[in-house]
Nanobody, 129 residues
Framework: QVQLVESGGDSVESGGSLNLSCATSGDVFSSYYMGWFRQVPGKEREAVATIGNGFTLYGDSVRGRFTAVRDRAKNILYLRMTNLKPGDTAMYYC????????????????????????WGQGTQVTVSS
């Protein structure tokens, strides 16, 4: 059973920063590709950052402001968020999978929620103007 536990969500003002954490087991951390997605009610889940063997991909709306970092000593995937905007308000989910890519380009595959089987419960980020 793959467990992903997110933390760090909070309410901040526009322009502020937050760090999200996703803790998991060492087996998952070392052999799975992982990512952060976000979702607001009524909209599809959106890729924020995905990180795998030799690549890190970012969603267009967060590139340059968010950074995904793996701490291999602690088995934690971080999402460091800066210059937050009201449009970043969402539930943020950590996700992981280990299936081989079978179609599409690297980017189109790994930014799709369909590439991931295991999801955490989510942590809420709210950005006020």
């Amino acid at each position: 059973q793959v467990q992903l536990v997110e933390s760090g969500g909070d309410s901040v003002e526009s322009g502020g920063s937050l760090n999200l954490s996703c803790a998991t087991s060492g087996d998952v951390f070392s052999s799975y590709y992982m990512g952060w997605f976000r979702q607001v009610p009524g909209k599809e889940r959106e890729a924020v950052a995905t990180i795998g063997n030799g690549f890190t991909l970012y969603g267009d709306s967060v590139r340059g402001r968010f950074t995904a970092v793996r701490d291999r000593a602690k088995n934690i995937l971080y999402l460091r968020m800066t210059n937050l905007k009201p449009g970043d308000t969402a539930m943020y989910y950590c996700t992981a999978d280990n299936r081989a890519r079978t179609h599409g380009s690297l980017r189109t595959y790994y930014i799709s929620p369909a590439a991931y089987t295991f999801w955490g419960q989510g942590t809420q980020v709210t950005v006020s103007s």
